[in-house]
């Protein structure tokens, strides 16, 4: 359970100063063999355990999370720069999440009767049969509700887990693993591997039965081939350049603050905040200083106090990206109507929350995902334009439509996995009881919900014939059986759904 690894050591800083704030111990791909063989042994034993017990363990872990606020805030936010706020959006996440896993795996997992081919003579049922080991590789920008989440399911579901975070953020993954422990979960089960994605990645897909990956469209397609090859299950969520729609029929000063936080929340580093905006040429005006105002109104910083709103970016490389984006563009004319400048003066790596206008088909900004707090405006003449224009990407992960009464049917003319009406993306997210993904390039197969606990597990039906065979019976010539049989699926299709 604890974090598995020999030399060298992986050294963590914080983005808010430079400060070291701890040194991991990197898995070298030798040693996965190991790590991978001592999951099996303890997944046998653990698929045996009742779901009633299983599920006991991670309402305790919920509890425990809620009781350890204070210290899993304060990992999460001195390793990866964001604000209080912001990590706390993990630990809710996290406490009510599991919950929710845990609520849903006896029911969703627990086998089930089934009409069988020949009513009363054949008895059918399914098990949902746990996968094996599950690799869970993760990103830096939820450090501990997306590894904790996905491997409760993974869990619950009866698998093992080998955890790779990012290198940037193993901290979290290791509190993760100690509060697993503490909860009660069985040695061997979850074990953290830390190191390169480019090392660890590809023997560790090599080894597992299933792969679950958060992270880029680039490296999700690497790894959708690597485990079509070896034809085990692969899910991911993957990019998005997220569209918020801004109908006519909007509150708009309630859009404008909410549009405002669904942007910038995270600093922009989350896969369903919000890069597009489409504004009805109606409210147009109306709209856009308000936006202006909520997102001047937010408040840049590092450190711990809770009115920081928008905390530092994770790395150089991140705001070395975001600056790209933001100066592409202002070069080819765009215009900055907030932001666009990086202050150093604040920590190294915080950057002010952007709005951009005139933004073309030439910019990086205007398809690219620049997982930053960069939000482009665009003036759209009909709700048609404003649906067309969202669905214009070759992603497709999350929405959010601020409307009083169109909210439902634009929703349903979006091509993105999640929609959000008169909200940005916590609603969906939140909702753990539905699933969540993306369509198109960002992504495949869902988290969260029945269907989160499903895709670990591998459907098995077990039919048991009783008394006849499905089978003409000694005597009954071929053509008899096949006419009596005739009549009883005509009957069965009248009287069996
Ligand atoms: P991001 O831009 O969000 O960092 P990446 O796809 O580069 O997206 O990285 C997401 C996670 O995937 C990180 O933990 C990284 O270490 C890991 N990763 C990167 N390359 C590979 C790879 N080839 N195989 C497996 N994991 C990888």
Request: glycine share 10%; with cysteine; aromatic share 6%.
């Amino acid at each position: 359970m604890s974090l598995s690894g020999s030399q060298p050591w992986l050294t963590v800083t914080s983005p808010w100063d430079g400060r070291v704030l701890g040194t991991v111990a990197v898995t070298a791909p030798s040693e996965l063999d190991e790590i991978v063989n001592r999951a099996r042994q303890a997944q046998r034993r653990w698929q045996q355990v009742p779901l009633a017990t299983r599920s006991r363990i991670f309402r305790r872990f919920a509890d425990l999370v809620l009781n350890k606020c204070d210290h899993i805030l304060d990992t999460i936010q001195t390793e990866s720069g964001k604000s209080r706020l912001s990590a706390f959006e993990e630990v809710m996440d996290t406490a009510r999440g599991l919950r929710v896993f845990a609520n849903l795996a006896p029911k969703t997992l627990g086998s089930s009767r089934y009409p069988g081919v020949i009513p009363v003579l054949t008895k059918a049922v399914v098990h949902h049969q746990p996968v094996g080991v599950v690799g869970i590789i993760t990103p830096w920008n939820y450090p501990f509700t997306l590894p904790a989440t996905d491997a409760a399911a993974a869990l619950l579901a009866g698998n093992a887990v080998i955890l790779k975070p990012d290198s940037q953020s193993p901290l979290s993954a290791q509190l993760l693993a100690e509060l697993f422990t503490e909860a009660g979960l069985p040695d061997g089960l979850f074990t953290v591997a830390a190191g390169r994605g480019a090392v660890l990645g590809p023997p560790l897909v090599d080894k597992v039965d299933f792969v679950m990956f958060t992270g880029s469209t680039a490296t999700g397609r690497r790894l959708a081939t690597a485990c079509a090859q070896r034809l085990i299950g692969f899910s991911a969520e993957l990019g998005g350049k997220n569209p918020v729609l801004i109908l006519p029929d909007a509150n708009l000063e309630a859009a404008a603050i909410g549009t405002a936080r669904s942007a910038f929340a995270n600093t922009g580093q989350l896969c369903v905040s919000m890069e597009r905006a489409y504004v009805h040429t109606d409210i147009y005006d109306d709209f856009v200083p308000r936006l202006v105002a909520a997102t001047r109104g937010l408040r840049v910083g590092v450190g711990h106090d809770w009115n920081i709103d928008v905390g530092s970016l994770i790395s150089a490389a991140q705001l070395e990206t975001v600056s790209h984006h933001v100066e592409d563009a202002l070069a080819k004319g765009a215009t900055a109507l907030t932001g666009a400048k990086p202050r150093p003066d604040i920590g190294p790596f915080c950057y002010e929350p952007t709005i951009l206008t005139g933004v073309e088909e030439s910019m990086t900004v205007c398809a690219e995902e620049t997982f930053g707090p960069v939000l482009s405006i665009y003036r759209v003449d009909s709700v048609a334009e404003a649906i067309a224009a969202a669905n214009d990407s070759r992603y497709g992960l999350n929405a959010s439509i601020w409307s009083q009464r169109q909210g439902w049917a634009v929703a349903k003319q979006l091509h993105t996995g999640t929609v959000n009406i008169n909200d940005g993306y916590a609603p969906s997210f939140g909702s753990h009881h539905t699933p969540m993904g993306g369509m198109g390039e960002s992504g495949i197969g869902r988290r969260h919900g029945a269907a989160g606990l499903l895709k670990y597990t591998e459907a098995q039906t077990v039919a048991h014939q009783r008394l006849l065979p499905i089978a003409p019976p000694p005597g009954v010539s071929n053509e008899a059986f096949a006419r009596a049989m005739t009549v009883g699926i005509r009957v069965l299709n009248k009287l069996v759904r």
